[in-house]
């Protein structure tokens, strides 16, 4: 139990209480693979948060004539009720209770979706668990005395225990997860924001090609398991915290070349890991890799600087500075999007993460 995060006294309500939070998907520039519990990083991470692709969630937070032992809920997502969704919410609530015990007192009827397509393969556990977890902090500084300077803090912490890239969608324009050296105040319990960046990284531009929409082969949470045994995972792990020191220097000093050299690396260690885990299992397709021949080829012609960075899929997000947009958009189409499933892609761009809506 960490002291810190837990809540203070509270005022019991018979009052409805209902708020409305989004929260962005987040894309790891750095990667976070591999977890002890409850859901702590073997090494440190760091992401850009995105804008437009958002989890947007409703809590209405109804008194209970008695208290119960685990948080009741109810789940409706894109308009209907969500069964399969709730073994996920149950362990979620199940370990951030002690935090947030006055819960018991109330029934929670969620209300949630997405803002980019249904079944896009873009996974949306951490923007629909940091829009959960700020809707739950909303509520407790509602019958709490709790610190402002905390809230942040603790709607990650709290997302953190649902999902764990989620606690990196709190805030933006970047953040970092998991202890390091280099970033003050870091640590394994929630993200903090990095914020000595240049400006170039402050509105770069992501484009997601949707490869592959369906759901992918092996999940996450398995694939974090398999780094328990890893050939490799020791290596990894310290690999990944020695790109992050690299990326904070790229960082401050807008090197872009020096940022597509990390940012490629740790993708293709990232799926690396997944191909030498026993069992091995690749998640990129055919097109995943022609769209990266196709970057290839294309950085190299016109000298843009535009790279490329995968999650745990075949989808491939393309990164690129806001002043090439133009040509990198023409590029995409021509290029890029005939290699995904109905020519699909969403375009974002980085954001500042959590607000009400
Ligand atoms: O938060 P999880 O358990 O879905 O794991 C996320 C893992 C990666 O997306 C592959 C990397 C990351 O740091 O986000």
Request: aromatic share 8%.
């Amino acid at each position: 139990m960490n002291q810190r995060f837990s809540s203070k006294k509270t005022i019991s309500t018979k009052d409805v209480f209902h708020c409305r939070w989004q929260a962005p998907s987040n894309i790891a520039l750095v990667k976070y693979w591999g977890k002890t519990e409850p859901q702590l990083p073997k090494n440190a991470s760091i992401s850009f948060t995105l804008s437009s692709t958002v989890t947007q969630t409703e809590v209405r937070f109804i008194p209970l004539a008695a208290p119960t032992e685990t948080v009741q809920f109810s789940i409706i997502f894109e308009g209907e009720e969500k069964l399969s969704f709730r073994p996920k919410l149950e362990a979620f609530f199940a370990r951030m209770l002690p935090y947030q015990p006055f819960l018991t007192q109330y029934k929670l009827e969620i209300v949630s979706q997405n803002t980019f397509p249904h079944s896009s393969g873009i996974a949306s556990s951490a923007s629909s668990m940091a829009a959960l977890a700020a809707c739950l902090v909303d509520f407790e500084a509602n019958i709490s005395e709790l610190d402002d300077s905390i809230r942040q803090e603790k709607i990650s912490f709290l997302s953190r225990l649902g999902s764990g890239s989620a606690c990196r969608s709190i805030q933006g324009p970047m953040m970092a997860w998991g202890t390091h050296n280099e970033i003050a105040d870091s640590s394994d319990e929630a993200a903090v924001p990095v914020t000595e960046i240049d400006s170039v990284f402050k509105d770069y531009c992501d484009t997601i090609l949707l490869i592959d929409k369906g759901e992918k082969q092996v999940s996450s949470t398995l694939g974090h398991q398999l780094m328990h045994n890893h050939p490799y995972a020791q290596q990894r792990f310290d690999q990944a915290n020695k790109h992050l020191a690299e990326l904070l220097e790229v960082l401050k000093q807008g090197d872009l070349e020096g940022f597509i050299n990390i940012v490629e690396k740790e993708a293709l260690h990232l799926h690396a890991m997944m191909m030498t885990s026993d069992p091995y299992f690749i998640l990129m397709h055919a097109n995943t890799l022609k769209a990266i021949e196709s970057i290839w080829a294309f950085r190299k012609k016109t000298g843009i600087p535009v790279c490329f960075t995968l999650d745990a899929g075949a989808n491939v997000h393309v990164l690129y500075p806001s002043n090439v947009l133009t040509q990198v958009k023409a590029f995409i189409d021509e290029a890029l999007r005939p290699l995904c499933q109905e020519q699909q892609c969403v375009h974002d761009i980085v954001g500042m993460g959590i607000k009400k809506y």
